[in-house]
T-cell receptor
Framework: GIQVEQSPPDLILQEGANSTLRCNFS?????LQWFHQNPWGQLINLFY???GTKQNGRLSATTVATERYSLLYISSSQTTDSGVYFC???????????FGKGTLLTVNP | EPEVTQTPSHQVTQMGQEVILRCVPI?????FYWYRQILGQKVEFLVS????????KSEIFDDQFSVERPDGSNFTLKIRSTKLEDSAMYFC???????????FGSGTRLTVV
């Protein structure tokens, strides 16, 4: 099945800084999503982005499907951005999602 | 925005007991899934369900697990005889036909003691 790798595993920022999280995947995808897991464990969908670029406020994402990677950009980070960010992708007819191990983001005041 | 609803949010059960985790997917979605996340680990696929039958299951989804869509709105995961290692967050998700992202529920945190 598809392999998903995320980097970096951990990231510590000062409030106001920008960051880029990366997701590499091993095969062509029909679905790619970015999630934020909040302190209560909920998975919050950030982007559905199997290709192209999307923006939502301070967050944006780009997937370059031909080169098999996706990037999540967080600008002007806030302490509430802290948590684990997961990339998940699927490549088969069942659309079964494979998750990466996540990036633990800590934003300090 | 439509939501996937999961109940209960937390459940503590004795080892060996049966548990049923409940989910109400988004009404016009046709594909249903269960995933789980052991504390501190990544989210893992358990099972997918379409047209009233299992379409794929992982090696985790052994004979102790079953899924059911008993009516037009609910989707349940049953664990027949819980083990300590079943302690995890269980997520239900649904997806509409064709291309489109998943919507995940808020999860059920299951603790087996």
């Amino acid at each position: 099945g598809i392999q998903v790798e995320q980097s970096p595993p951990d990231l510590i920022l000062q409030e106001g800084a920008n960051s880029t999280l990366r997701c590499n995947f091993s095969d062509s995808v029909n679905n790619l999503q970015w999630f934020h897991q909040n302190p209560w464990g909920q998975l919050i969908n950030l982007f559905y982005i199997p290709s192209g670029t999307k923006q939502n406020g301070r967050l944006s994402a780009t997937t370059v499907a031909t080169e098999r990677y996706s990037l999540l950009y967080i600008s002007s980070s806030q302490t509430t951005d802290s948590g684990v960010y997961f990339c998940a992708a699927s490549g088969g007819s069942n659309y079964k999602l494979t998750f990466g191990k996540g990036t633990l983001l800590t934003v300090n005041p | 925005e439509p939501e996937v609803t999961q109940t209960p949010s937390h459940q503590v059960t004795q080892m060996g007991q049966e548990v049923i985790l409940r989910c109400v997917p988004i009404s016009n979605h046709l594909y249903f899934y269960w995933y789980r996340q052991i504390l501190g680990q990544k989210v893992e696929f358990l099972v997918s369900f379409y047209n009233n039958e299992i379409s794929e299951k992982s090696e985790i989804f052994d004979d102790q697990f079953s899924v059911e869509r008993p009516d037009g709105s609910n989707f349940t995961l049953k664990i027949r005889s819980t083990k300590l290692e079943d302690s995890a967050m269980y997520f239900c998700a649904s997806r509409r036909q064709g291309n489109g992202g998943y919507t995940f529920g808020s999860g059920t945190r299951l603790t087996v003691v």
